[in-house]
């Protein structure tokens, strides 16, 4: 084997090597892909077990946040991320440590993951989000993005009006619960 040929073996390897790590990097890993069956919801109320409390909230498909002493209600999307979010709620109050970020949004981990519905979305002030699965936001200004649309604060048209109902920028707490 002359000189040439050894050369342009020796490189071979590396070259595979390169090209399925280059590959690898662009396959999602388990971080990145949330998959959780929801239960179907029956088609005729009567069939629902869930003591009638559940159903009816789901129905009107609200919630009520809660920070300080301001309490305002948000119209949930229909969605499983928003259904599943309903039977959480429906275990129990909910509460959030949210921190602003971007100068746009303040955002806090539920704890939990629900189901993924991501939609190229721009938001508006007021927009809930759930962000990739298990993060909690809330919108003060608008954004383009991947996201996962749970719902709207009620009435909530400008950034001044939802810092008003979030105290202002800064560290809160958020209680969520079924109204």
């Known amino acids: 084997m002359d000189l040439k040929e050894r050369f342009r073996h020796f490189w071979i390897a590396p070259v595979l090597l390169l090209t399925c790590a280059t590959l690898s990097a662009c396959t999602p890993t388990d971080e990145d892909v949330f998959v959780q069956e929801v239960p179907e919801r029956p088609e005729d109320p009567e069939e629902d077990t869930n003591n009638g409390n559940s159903n009816e909230n789901m129905e009107s498909k609200t919630i009520r ?3 300080d002493d301001r309490t305002f209600i948000a119209t949930l999307e229909k969605n499983s991320s928003a259904e599943a979010l309903i039977t959480r709620l429906s275990e129990g109050n909910i509460q959030i440590r949210m921190d602003d970020y971007g100068n746009m949004e303040k955002v806090g981990s539920l704890g939990f993951s629900l189901p993924r519905n ?7 002030p007021g927009d809930l989000i759930l962000y990739q699965g298990n993060s909690f936001v809330i919108y003060y200004d608008s954004n383009s993005w991947n996201f996962t649309r749970l719902g709207h604060v009620d009435g909530v048209t400008t950034r001044k009006q939802m810092l008003e109902l979030l105290s ?5 707490t958020i209680t969520l619960s079924l109204e």
């Open 65 to 67: 946040l809660t920070v």
């Open 118 to 124: 991501d939609r190229q979305t721009t938001t508006s």
């Open 168 to 172: 202002g920028e800064g560290e809160i």
